[in-house]
């Protein structure tokens, strides 16, 4: 799928759908936004990562436990009823949770017993379907399955912590640990196999329609995850399998002692005598699911900031390159036309530039960066924009375009603005002038969050980085995708050539 024609989506994670049990899903409210986005003439639907999730780590898509696996919370209790593995009771127990906001504790909890009744039913019928998913994804499926009822079984530790046979994989340690835990293992396969059932059901009825799914894959692994513990080898870990470096970013501007993502930093050399296995697997699985992916932290693939694991703040870490060039030509060797948006945002080299340019994947670019003190040589405004990007009036860790315009903007940015747009600003259609603003960009793909197209406040923001609590709750309430939305949306669509 090329980013090349002119065309419009809309950035929507799955959590945030109206349903009746407590968290959005693969049901069919996302067929209904499917259905929306087809009548308003959109070309993409943009969601987060769709892995696993954990409280230990805010609910977090971006800090999962696999790069391979899909989040069982996004598993439609209907669709099971549909398939005969849930009766209607199963599903009264679950009515009574939250419509309005993810309250991750209460739906971890329903859910996790709402897919035990479903797994139950699942062992008495037919398995053939069941079966072809397991042997289609079993590199990575076998470990991960493994993987999280081995934690279960260790009271959740960090599997560095888990008996030195079992985190060093020993096999026959493994086998012993395996046989004795083989029903919790193929429940978690269970699981897996019921997710990608309903994504790909989605996902063909959004090709049915005309709609590209845009994925968003970080660039980084959590430590305490399938893909660390399965690949040690592909991660600079000392002897006891714990990190000798980490992630991060140097101090800036916004941040005296930088950024200490704590992630473990890759071992590129290993990679590289591999020819890159691990990261051709992991491409190739997101394509599976998506269209298109947005690749987070791109600059990643040409350098990154080292940090001793030792250190409390990221101040004292330094520059390494990864092999970009050789890398990118074993991927181009895959995927000649390689649909995917590069996170080029922050402080950016113009070696990094280069790197993006010569590969000719968009970039980002976002509306709210725009109106700064330098706005003219600004390249976030609309005048600077190029057609090979991907224009946003917000990212899921900005506020909402409401909230920011009143409550981060400072007068002289308003100013500006209105100087920019010709007219008076009011605060209550900012929104509606930047969705046009982005509409009418030479930018050849944009995308808007829907609480932007909403024009909903700063309480509605998916994300406030740096903060634990309180993200990725926002919902969309069934009322709020109503006929005069999407005619006015059609209507933008069709007025600026994004049909």
Not at 314 to 325: D, K, N
Not at 402 to 417: K, L, N
Not at 440 to 455: C, K
Request: glycine residues 6%; aromatic residues 12%.
């Amino acid at each position: 799928m090329s980013l090349k024609k002119r065309g419009a989506g809309i950035l929507l994670h799955i959590t945030s759908l109206p349903s009746k049990y407590g968290i959005g899903d693969l049901g069919p409210a996302a067929y209904e936004f499917a259905d929306f986005l087809h009548a308003s003439r959109q070309t993409y639907w943009q969601v987060l990562p769709v892995n696993p999730t954990s409280s230990l780590s805010g609910n977090s898509p971006y800090a999962s436990s696999s790069a391979f696996a899909g989040s069982p919370l996004l598993i439609s209790p209907e669709k099971l009823a549909e398939d005969d593995l849930l009766e209607p009771s199963d599903l009264d127990e679950l009515s009574g949770l939250d419509h309005h906001r993810v309250k991750y504790d209460e739906v971890i909890s329903q859910h996790n017993q709402m897919r035990r009744n479903a797994f139950h039913r699942f062992q008495f019928s037919d398995q053939h379907e069941y079966e072809r998913f397991c042997r289609d994804h079993a590199d990575w499926l076998d470990d991960y399955a493994r993987f999280v009822t081995f934690k279960s079984h260790f009271d959740e530790q960090a599997w560095a912590d888990w008996p030195e046979e079992i985190r060093d994989r020993q096999p026959d340690a493994v086998e012993n640990l395996e046989e004795e835990l083989r029903d919790q293992i193929i429940y978690q396969k269970f699981v897996q196999f019921v997710f990608f059932k309903q994504w790909m059901d989605l996902k063909t009825y959004c090709h049915d329609r005309g709609i590209q799914l845009i994925g968003d894959i970080p660039y980084y692994v959590q430590f305490d995850s399938a893909d660390v513990w399965t690949n040690p080898d592909l991660f600079k870990l000392n002897q006891e399998k714990r990190p000798e470096s980490v992630a991060g970013v140097p101090p800036d501007y916004f941040s005296e002692t930088g950024q200490l993502w704590g992630n473990p930093v890759f071992d590129w050399d290993t990679m590289q005598s591999n020819r890159y296995a691990w990261w051709i697997r992991r491409i190739r699985h997101n394509f599976r699911l998506t269209d298109l992916i947005r690749i987070d932290h791109f600059r990643g693939f040409l350098a990154y900031w080292e940090v001793p694991a030792s250190h409390t703040t990221a101040e004292h870490g330094s520059w390494v390159e990864a092999p970009s060039r050789d890398f990118f030509n074993v991927i181009l060797s895959y995927y000649p036309n390689l649909p995917v948006i590069a996170e080029d945002l922050g402080v950016i080299t113009p070696e990094v530039r280069e790197l993006i340019a010569d590969l000719d994947l968009p970039g980002m670019k976002i509306l709210q960066f725009g109106f700064d003190e330098h706005l003219p040589e600004n390249p976030y405004a609309p005048h600077r924009h190029v057609r090979n990007c991907v224009l946003y009036t917000g990212t899921h860790d900005n506020n909402t375009m409401c909230g920011w315009y009143e409550e981060e903007a400072d007068d002289a940015t308003r100013q500006r603005i209105s100087d920019y747009l010709g007219k008076q600003i009011l605060a209550d259609e900012i929104h509606r002038d930047f969705v046009k603003m982005a509409m009418r960009s030479v930018a050849n793909t944009i995308i808007i969050p829907m609480q932007d197209l909403l024009g909903l406040g700063g309480d509605c923001r998916m994300n406030r980085p740096a903060t634990g609590e309180g993200n990725w709750e926002w919902r969309l309430l069934p009322e709020q995708i109503n006929d005069e939305l999407q005619n006015d949306l059609l209507h933008l669509t069709g007025l600026y050539g994004r049909d």
